[in-house]
């Protein structure tokens, strides 16, 4: 039994439940929001203690044996947490609502100190900035700043908002969310991984666009572009697309650091995409009261303004590092191309059913999930019958995989959940001392006298935020600390919003700071600084377009055709802008330097001027250029390429 009755496997058997139950809500919607997150928090909090257990344990000075006993006294604390929730769930919700009992608040206090030491663990700076709240809600009365006065708050008054409420705190509408959409829309991603979708996509774009040595840096773009529609989250798409691509480029003639650099940049693109949009796309529709499917609409266009800048940072790269040479690219398994073929397909009806047919999120990733699921076993199944004796398809276990599926849609949800719990209490103390109201003012009267310094002085906020704050995190303290007060002074929501998107996906990013750059730069074996700042110098077009929106708004703000005049005026300036960073005009130092200053000009016109028709000018005259520059480029290299391969031939016939 001692064999079987492991971390792992209990890890597996509380999963299990949780993927049953989220199913049963998926397809009925039974017993609501609020209740799902009574039940499930507690069953994120056992998986979050398993999973830390089964990695060294919770702490891991303690020792065995002791991590052992913190282990279980977690799993009994949230035994007691679901089991009293379970049971007084309508005497809480509607009998005692405002009048809550003894045993109310010591188990409300139990689920708080809980989640506050997880996000100790997890989201140091949260724990720091929650612990500060709690200081604050508890002694505001003695602050010496009067801006910052309230009356001050009793301990039953902490624990009741951030807890027993139900509406706000860990059981607030941003944990309901994590446990509703996102977690349907993270089946998909589950899946993928579980049944090696992603392997298959990732092996399957070296396949197709890696014909050429200077083509190989595509592989990581396209492949992270894949991956992290999906999958939510800069670093993890960096972990898993970049243990491919990172090697594969330094194995092909490109340095560790602008291996790394690219799959680093590639990740952030992948963090603007929809579906997922770093989970903030979600948080938007809620924030706004819109269907999702608008806020996708609008990410498409972002997402395109940063790629197309992308794609051609990565190709100038390219061309003045690596040489045209065609290389060998990977054979696939036939089973690979069927995966390929599943996982777009299901990302294709995904659309579909959001903006076509008009389905329900939740239940267009639902469906989306189920196809793919589908799909991949019937799959099997014809492997199973038709090709039991190929020793490729030996590997493929339906069980494994579909166990692998339950685990990783666990690891994905439990994160998710306990992040939200504690900016579910961050929100809550910030509602309870009435600091949003007063910070809303105060940016009020700051935007009366200026409203660029409005603007400038809400990047630095979200810019510091980000720096310790993962990017769902930074875009709900921006949306809801910063955007109200620009809304108020007279910005249109959708620009305010998106304002705060980017600034959230800039935050993996930015520096001092950046968990993406960290884990590029650990696998490309590089210097995390260079890393960095290579990629910030790729990943321009986030900071360029945080401030551009305010001018090129109809980009955001309008949907389908009226979105594309000023979505191409961003992403010419934005090309123009990258060419003037990592591009060349002639060989000589001060041409060189002076023609790209001057095309840096154009694009920031085309960006930044009020006037249409002045843009659009700049953006003619910038394209032209960059045509001009690109070509120019090309062939020098190729000119250096010729050189060289005449050398190698001189040399050749003197060795023989």
Not at 12 to 19: P, W
Not at 56 to 67: D, E, F, H, K, V
Not at 405 to 416: F, G, R, S
Not at 464 to 474: E, F, I, K, R, S
Request: aromatic share 12%.
């Amino acid at each position: 039994m001692r064999a079987y009755f492991t971390a792992r496997n209990l890890f597996f058997v509380f999963a299990l439940g949780m993927f049953a139950h989220l199913l049963y809500y998926f397809f009925t919607g039974a017993g609501g929001p609020i209740l799902l997150a009574t039940r499930l928090l507690p069953v994120a909090v056992v998986l979050w203690a398993l999973r830390a257990y089964d990695e060294g344990g919770p702490y891991a000075r303690l020792g065995t044996t002791a991590n052992r006993i913190v282990t279980g006294a977690y799993i009994l604390a949230a035994a007691v947490v679901f089991a009293y929730f379970s049971f007084e769930y309508e005497n809480i919700f509607i009998m005692r609502a405002g009048s809550y009992s003894a045993a109310d608040l010591m188990v409300g206090g139990l689920i708080f100190v809980i989640i506050m030491e997880i996000s100790r663990k997890l989201h140091p700076v949260l724990f720091g900035v929650n612990l500060f709240l709690i200081v604050y809600t508890l002694f505001g009365q003695h602050t010496p700043i009067d801006f910052f006065w309230h009356p001050g708050a009793s301990v039953e008054r902490l624990i009741t908002s951030s807890t027993v409420e139900l509406a706000t705190g860990v059981y607030g509408r941003y944990t309901q969310m994590a446990l509703t959409l996102i977690a349907a829309f993270l089946l998909l991603a589950a899946v993928a991984k579980g049944f090696t979708a992603q392997a298959a996509v990732i092996r399957s774009i070296q396949r197709f666009s890696g014909r050429s040595r200077r083509s190989i840096p595509f592989t990581a773009v396209l492949s992270s572009l894949s991956i992290g529609m999906v999958s939510g989250s800069g670093s993890a798409n960096t972990a898993v697309t970049g243990s491919f691509t990172i090697p594969l480029m330094k194995r092909h003639g490109l340095s560790g650091v602008h291996a790394g650099a690219v799959e680093t940049a590639a990740s952030m693109g992948g963090l603007i995409l929809p579906p997922l949009m770093a989970v903030a796309g979600f948080l938007m529709a809620e924030f706004m009261g819109v269907p999702y499917w608008d806020v996708a609409m609008r990410g498409f266009a972002i997402g395109f303004v940063y790629f197309a800048a992308l794609m051609l940072a990565v190709y100038l790269m390219s061309v003045r590092t690596l040489a045209g040479d065609r290389v060998e690219r990977p054979k696939l398994e036939i089973f690979e191309y069927f995966k390929t073929g599943f996982f777009f397909g299901a990302i294709v009806a995904l659309v579909v059913m959001l903006g076509v047919i008009g389905m329900g999120a939740m239940r267009s990733a639902l469906y989306a999930s189920t196809l793919l699921l589908i799909a991949l076993l019937l799959m099997y199944a014809f492997y199973k019958v038709f090709a039991r004796g190929n020793e490729s398809y030996s590997s493929q276990r339906v069980l494994t995989n579909l166990r692998s599926t339950v685990e990783t849609h666990a690891d994905l949800t439990w994160y998710l959940v306990l992040l939200m719990a504690t900016l579910g209490i961050m929100i809550g103390l910030f509602t309870v001392t009435g600091f949003l109201l007063r910070m809303g003012s105060l940016l009020v009267q700051l935007a009366d006298w200026n409203i660029f310094a409005t603007i400038l002085i809400a990047w630095i906020f979200g810019w510091l935020a980000g720096t310790g704050l993962p990017p769902t995190a930074t875009y709900v303290v921006v949306a809801v600390i910063i955007v109200p007060p620009l809304i108020q002074w007279g910005v249109n929501p959708w620009v305010g919003h998106f304002f705060a998107f980017l600034l959230a996906v800039w935050g993996e990013l930015s520096p001092p700071t950046s968990l993406t750059a960290a884990v590029a730069s650990r696998i490309a074996d590089a210097s995390f600084m260079r890393t960095m700042w290579v990629a910030l110098k790729i990943c321009a077009p986030i900071v360029l377009m945080s401030f551009a929106i305010f001018v090129r708004s109809d980009a955001v703000i309008e949907q389908g055709w009226a979105q594309i005049p000023d979505t191409l005026l961003l992403a010419v300036g934005s090309m123009a802008i990258t060419f003037a960073a990592i591009g060349r005009f002639f060989p000589t130092r001060g041409a060189d330097a002076l023609s790209r200053l001057v095309l840096g000009g154009i694009g920031l016109t085309a960006l930044l001027h009020p006037a249409l028709t002045v843009a659009a000018v700049a953006a003619g005259v910038a394209l032209v250029a960059l045509i001009a520059g690109v070509y120019r480029l090309r062939v020098r290299r190729e000119l250096k390429d010729d050189a060289v391969e005449g050398a190698q031939e001189a040399v050749s016939p003197a060795v023989q």
